[in-house]
C-alpha cells in the first residue's frame, strides 16, 4: 500500500519533478509516467522520457528514451538531500549537432543570460545549497542506445549514426574528469565493432 500511495504521489507531482529537471538542465523536460523503482535500489522509473534540444539549434528533442530509472542515495535522502547514485537509460536516442557555434549541449546545465533590464530589477541574492552544489552522478548507463552525430563544420557535413550503443561512466560531473567505457556499431555494422576506454 505504501508503494501504491508513492507512486500516486509522484504521478501527482510529475509536473513539478519536470521542473526541477528542467532548472537543473537549461531544457525542457517531459515523461508520461513516474514511479517508484526498488530493482538495484531505491529510485525512481520514468516513462516516455525527452530532453528538449537548444531552440537555436533545433525544435526536436535532444534525447527520448522510453525508459529512464534514477537510483539514489538512500543515507542522505533521509535527511533531505537527494543526491543521484546512478541513471540508466534504455534505448535512448540521441541527437548532436554541431557548427559554428559548437555544440547543441553546450548549453545544458547553464541559466539564461538575462538582459539588462531584468538584472536591474532583481535583488542580489546568495546561491542556495542546491544551486552552489556541483552536478555528480556516481554512475550513468546507457544500454542499447543510438546517437545521430551531425556535424556543419566539415565540408561536406558529416552525418553518422551509432547503432547499439552500450555506454558506461563514472563520477559524472560538470567540474571533474569522468571514467567512460562504450562500445557499439558504427558503418551500419550489424554487431558491435567499437569500443573504447576513456576519461575526459
Not at 124 to 130: N, R, T, V, W
Not at 139 to 168: A, C, R, W, Y
Request: charged share 30%; hydrophobic share 40%; aromatic share 8%.
Amino acid at each position: 500500500t505504501a508503494l501504491i500511495n508513492l507512486n500516486s504521489y509522484l504521478n501527482k507531482n510529475k509536473v513539478w519533478l519536470a521542473e526541477q529537471a528542467e532548472a537543473a538542465l537549461g531544457r525542457k523536460v517531459s515523461f508520461d509516467e513516474v514511479g517508484v523503482s526498488l530493482i538495484g535500489g531505491f529510485g525512481a522509473r520514468l516513462k516516455n522520457f525527452h530532453i528538449a534540444d537548444d531552440a537555436a539549434f533545433s525544435k526536436e528533442d535532444f534525447v527520448r528514451a522510453n525508459d529512464v530509472q534514477v537510483r539514489i542515495k538512500v543515507l542522505p535522502a533521509l535527511f533531505g538531500r537527494y543526491e543521484v547514485k546512478r541513471i540508466v537509460l534504455g534505448s535512448p536516442v540521441v541527437t548532436i549537432l554541431r557548427d559554428e557555434r559548437g555544440f547543441n549541449f553546450d548549453s545544458i546545465g547553464k541559466k539564461k543570460e538575462k538582459s539588462e533590464a531584468e538584472k536591474e530589477k532583481e535583488l542580489p541574492e546568495e546561491p542556495s545549497a542546491g544551486e552552489a552544489a556541483p552536478f555528480l552522478v556516481s554512475l550513468m548507463e546507457i544500454k542499447d542506445g543510438e546517437i545521430h552525430f551531425v556535424d556543419h563544420t566539415s565540408n561536406p557535413s558529416t552525418d553518422l549514426t551509432i547503432q547499439m550503443l552500450d555506454f558506461l561512466a563514472s563520477d559524472v560531473s560538470l567540474t571533474t574528469p569522468i571514467r567512460m567505457h562504450m562500445a557499439a556499431a558504427l558503418f551500419d555494422s550489424d554487431r558491435q565493432n567499437f569500443e573504447l576506454e576513456t576519461t575526459v
